[in-house]
């Protein structure tokens, strides 16, 4: 234990995810004993992002504005929705350059330990966006654990009865990795998934 | 990449030591996602830290007061100096409860890699702790790794000519560590050092 508010900054600090308390120790003598301005710069973005980010009215996405700058975008295709868990995920869907599409995000996935149910998520405002009849289909990017699957299964059965393409992110081996090294569900899931070559 | 203050966050983070651009992401969207005020109260202890933590005026660890408690506490012994490497290592010696003297912060270690001499470490001052004849002996718990041994190696030669009793601490298996899995250097430093029992 430290003195007043050291000790105070490196509690803080060891609240954020995947910051124990030896990270968060090292973190805040770093912080402290460094000359330059990285505490003070790290204190005003801080400030600045919390007054400033704010959640797209349409999609969820993290914006400095209104709606953000997908839902913004004229190029982007209105006939597709992809449903993700966060916005992070949206990021990383772009990096592929595969989606044109619009997104939804849905702030987590259904996961009844710590009470999250369907309610807790944007699934009304997924249906509400869905009854515009220019959409034609909802692609489910729910992460491939069991929350993700449980909210994948949830929206299927709830979008079953609209005339709308549901498809889900195909499961399987994933590329550069070993087959020696894959779990047994993953390896399952890739010869479920098999596809014909010729 | 994101938009504007959220990537200025995201980078900001980055900057932290042991924390990665993937590690920066995910704290900057639980900062910006979560309702509470986890991130203006960090905001305003980074402030708070930066602007009342200083250095002990006589050991160089991190204080609030113009010297540090250990400095001011009358019932460590004046007699023997432990010098560390950072404020960090003070804590990790001082639960341990085996040292009652006081202490002296290198500010850091001897490595010629990223341009770190003796003149950019607290060896001056430590010299003139040392011109008071009240104390007999000099602890050195630099870390052991190379830079550490350097700076310790360095400390014993200056130290060499004056009446005081200059020691380092031990180096050895780990205690709850695994013979099989001790590497060499550490194992050969155990048999080195070994100590008769009988």
Do not use: W
């Amino acid at each position: 234990m430290y003195d007043g508010v050291i000790q105070e900054l490196i509690d803080q600090l060891g609240r954020l995810p995947g910051v124990g308390p030896k990270s968060a120790q090292r973190i805040a003598f770093y912080l402290i004993e460094t000359d330059s301005e990285v505490a003070l710069e790290l204190a005003d973005v801080l400030r600045e992002a919390k007054e400033k980010v704010r959640f797209c009215a349409t999609c969820g996405n993290v914006s400095e504005t209104e709606q953000c700058s997908i839902c913004l975008d004229p190029k982007r295709e209105l006939t597709s929705i992809c449903v993700v868990e966060d916005s992070k995920d949206i990021n990383s869907i772009e990096r592929t350059r595969e989606f044109r599409g619009k997104y939804h995000v849905l702030g987590g996935a259904i996961s009844p330990i710590i009470g999250i149910g369907p309610d807790q998520l944007r699934i009304k405002d997924l249906l509400k966006r869905l009854s515009d009849p220019e959409i034609t289909e909802v692609i489910l990017a729910t992460n491939p654990n069991l929350e993700g699957e449980a909210t994948a299964t949830y929206l299927i059965r709830l979008l079953g009865s609209m005339e709308i393409t549901v498809s889900k992110l195909a499961s399987g081996l994933p590329v550069g990795g070993d087959l020696e090294y894959a779990d047994d569900m993953t390896l399952g899931r890739a010869f479920e998934g098999r596809k014909r070559v010729n």
